[in-house]
């Protein structure tokens, strides 16, 4: 059976990320840049008053200064300012010519028959002003290609004029739960049924990685309701299926999969959960769809999804493939483990050191819930005393 690293290889192997297009600024928002961005401008683009206050010269030894105008953002300076005056500006105003810093109007006094008293002598050259070019100057990078674009990214892109950029389109993914015994949220579950829980989890996941969810309703264990709900998946970029593929008389996605064309790349991973999971894909020209079957328990999907899915549409999105991220954390309690495959077992972390749930296996996402990572404990019958380490995935 396939470790772990093995399966992450194959698939790193399988996938070609999408060919990036121009996107306007509302279409952004979790996608990955294609390109580097290159600014066309200084920012900020001129010298600007930090502060409301009044614009003076620090090297005028005037006691009082006469107000010659008031500049608000968005407007330009008429006059200049000349020892034994001033120009009163506003937060965004550009610093007027002939001064080199601003003073709060807290600090100012403003005489009776308003002139200001000069605090030159206290105030240091460039107090209160943005420098134009402070940011960033123009030609310089300010986002890298491969970054994935959050609203802060947006605003960079709006205040530097760039109204498109390249990036890689959101990869549509089919979701497809299959199962005789699946019931939607909203219906009664008669004898022997359960509620679909896998489907709703999955679209949540999609849209929250930034993936377009492709919801292809519940399929059954029927071979012809298979054939056609998986024919419609494959339009996809990927096709997730969830269920019906362990060793039960009833798990035909393979089945069903080989016969719609789609080559299997492996099937089973030596991991608890998720062993049953398989991986093919189906080429049609230039255009390749990455099919998962993931295996139906929740807890399995999601320890299945989040380890091979998700590095997967990164890559898809133009990112390196890159397994879940890990770290090295004591156990808060001790743990005792049996079995010849490796273990995700739900933790939560406690300070430093994390605590091991008491969990009922796969089919216990209530347990899941209160995890905020996964410990991979390694195979084998032992016991981990409190205090030892072990590597954790964070959720
Ligand atoms: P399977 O992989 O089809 O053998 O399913 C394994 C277990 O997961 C069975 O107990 C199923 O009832 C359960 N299961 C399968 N699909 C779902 C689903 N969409 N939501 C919740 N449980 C499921
Ligand atoms: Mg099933």
């Not at 994935?148 to 004029?161: F, M, Y």
């Not at 999907?301 to 390196?320: M, W």
Request: aromatic letters at 4%; charged letters at 25%.
């Amino acid at each position: 059976m396939l470790t772990v690293a093995e399966a992450h290889e194959i698939i790193a192997g399988c996938v070609r990320p999408l060919s990036p297009s121009r996107l306007r600024l509302s279409e952004l928002l979790g996608l990955h840049l294609a390109e580097d961005v290159v600014s066309r401008i200084d920012s900020p683009p001129f010298d600007k008053s930090q502060v409301d206050g009044y614009a003076i010269s620090t090297s005028d030894s005037s006691e009082f200064l006469c107000e010659l105008e008031l500049v608000t953002a968005g407007n330009l300076p008429r006059e200049i300012v000349r020892p034994g005056t001033t120009i009163r500006v506003m937060t965004g105003a550009p610093l007027p010519e002939g001064a080199d810093a601003v003073v709060k109007w807290e600090d100012c006094e403003v005489r009776d028959d308003g002139l200001i008293r000069n605090q030159a002598r206290q105030v240091k050259t460039g107090s209160c002003v943005l420098r134009r070019g402070t940011a960033f100057r123009q030609g310089q990078v300010v986002l890298p290609a491969g970054k994935r674009i959050g609203p802060l990214d947006v605003a960079l892109l709006a205040e530097i004029g760039q109204g498109e950029v390249a990036a890689h389109r959101r990869p549509r993914v089919g979701v497809l739960p299959t199962g005789d015994e699946l019931v939607a949220a909203h219906e009664e579950a008669g004898p022997g049924q359960i509620r679909n829980s896998n489907g709703p989890m999955l679209l949540a996941a999609l849209a929250e990685a930034g993936a377009a969810p492709v919801d292809l309703g519940v399929g059954r264990d029927d071979p012809a309701d298979l054939r056609q709900k998986i024919a419609l998946g494959l339009e996809c970029d990927v096709l997730l299926v969830s269920g019906g593929v362990s060793a039960g008389v009833k798990d035909l996605v393979p089945g069903v999969l080989a016969e719609l064309g789609v080559e299997e790349k492996f099937h089973q991973v030596r991991i608890k959960p998720g062993k049953p999971l398989w991986f093919g894909v189906r080429d049609e020209g230039q255009r390749r769809v990455l099919v998962f079957g993931l295996p139906g328990n929740p807890v399995s999907t999601l320890v299945s999804y989040r380890s091979f899915v998700l590095p997967a549409l990164r890559a898809l999105a133009g990112a390196q493939f890159s397994p879940p991220v890990t770290d090295r954390r004591p156990l808060s309690t001790p743990f005792e483990h049996r079995g010849g495959r490796p273990t995700y077992h739900p933790c939560r972390r406690n300070g430093d050191t994390v605590e091991p749930l008491a969990w009922k296996g796969s089919a216990d996402l209530a347990t899941l819930t209160r995890a905020d990572c996964l410990a991979a404990m390694p195979p084998g019958d032992y016991r981990l005393e409190a205090g030892a380490e072990v590597e954790v995935i964070y959720l």
